[in-house]
């Protein structure tokens, strides 16, 4: 197995069947009681159930993935995988159809932690 699909994989399974919480610095991306996730090719498939329905929701693989005090951080920053010399260059391409998850950190936390 990959080491940073079983990294993944280790850093999500402390949240099953637990009520999380799925945010940006900026805003709650989704909530629910995760009940299973599956890792594809370039995916994360998060299935939460909130308020009696179920829901699945995808996000990209991310760059790097930290352990923290409260929950688990997606990194999904540019800086954590170009070298500085060339982020510069990176930023100048079209990003017309960038994800709302580009150049940020994802928070996945326990609703007991948040």
Do not use: W
């Not at 991306?29 to 299935?47: M, P, S, V």
């Amino acid at each position: 197995m990959n080491v940073n699909l079983e990294k993944v994989t280790n850093l999500l399974k402390p949240f099953l069947l637990r009520d999380i919480i799925v945010k940006t610095d900026k805003k709650i991306l989704k909530r629910g009681k995760l009940k299973i996730f599956q890792i594809k090719q370039y995916h994360i498939n998060l299935t939460l159930e909130y308020n009696d329905a179920v829901k699945s929701y995808e996000i990209p693989y991310p760059f790097r993935v930290d352990r923290h005090d409260h929950g688990a951080i997606l990194n999904y920053q540019l800086s954590s995988f170009i070298p500085k010399k060339q982020i510069c260059k990176v930023k100048f391409l079209d990003s017309s159809s960038k994800s709302k998850l580009y150049d940020n950190l994802v928070y996945m936390l326990t609703s007991a932690d948040f």
